[in-house]
């Protein structure tokens, strides 16, 4: 039984030589025939990943901040829009259809937002669709919340002062805001 065993080990070892010299010769051959394919395929590869590159810096990275930067002002309270604009006037803004008499710091967000407007009018390229587009947006908003409004005359002169003393940082901060957001340049074709 061992003389058997023997054999059947001695012939499993030349049988496994006899393949692995087999698939050596095919190797050999193959890296031969393939080697200016080989070539092709890593430049292909590396045409992709340039092109993945490519696409990430100049389409999805500005994508994604352009949607950082709308969804982080968006979240900023109008405590934290003051602050950005360097005010130190309290400001509220007003709820939409307010029927009531107006705070001080709800005709100081009115005041602020007139000046703000009419500044991002001037300032804004008219052929920008998307600072076009904020700016109505921003009017609007303006319209729904001023449209009927009460106030005590004392408090809109007050508040008008003091506001007129800072119109030239508002409109000189709303003039970076449009210039950094590329508002008042046409749109690229």
């Known amino acids: 039984m061992d003389d058997k065993n023997e054999q059947l080990q001695q012939e499993a070892a030349r049988l496994a030589l006899k393949v692995k010299a087999e698939e050596e010769e095919t190797?050999?051959?193959s890296a031969k025939s393939s080697g200016g394919s080989g070539i092709l395929r890593g430049l292909g590869k590396g045409i992709v990943y340039l092109m993945l590159a490519a696409l990430m810096v100049y389409v999805i990275k500005p994508m994604y901040y352009e949607y950082i930067d709308a969804s982080a002002a968006q979240e900023m309270t109008?405590?934290?829009?003051?602050?950005?604009?360097?005010?130190?006037?309290?400001?509220s803004k007003p709820p939409k259809g307010k029927?009531?008499?107006?705070?001080?710091?709800?005709?100081?967000w009115m005041a602020f937002m007139d000046i703000k407007i009419d500044e991002v009018k001037a300032c804004v390229n008219k052929r920008n669709e998307?600072?076009?587009?904020?700016?109505?947006?921003?009017?609007r908003d303006y319209n729904e919340r001023c449209r009927e409004y009460r106030y005590h005359e004392e408090d809109l002169q007050a508040v008008r002062k003091e506001v007129d003393k800072y119109s030239e940082q508002i409109k000189q901060k709303t003039r970076e805001e449009v210039q950094a957001k590329g508002w008042d340049k046409p749109d690229k074709k």
């Open 99 to 108: 029927r009531g008499a107006w705070s001080r710091e709800e005709l100081r």
């Open 130 to 139: 998307k600072g076009t587009q904020e700016y109505n947006n921003m009017a």
């Open 27 to 29: 190797a050999e051959v």
């Open 78 to 91: 109008d405590a934290e829009r003051q602050e950005s604009m360097g005010l130190p006037l309290k400001m």
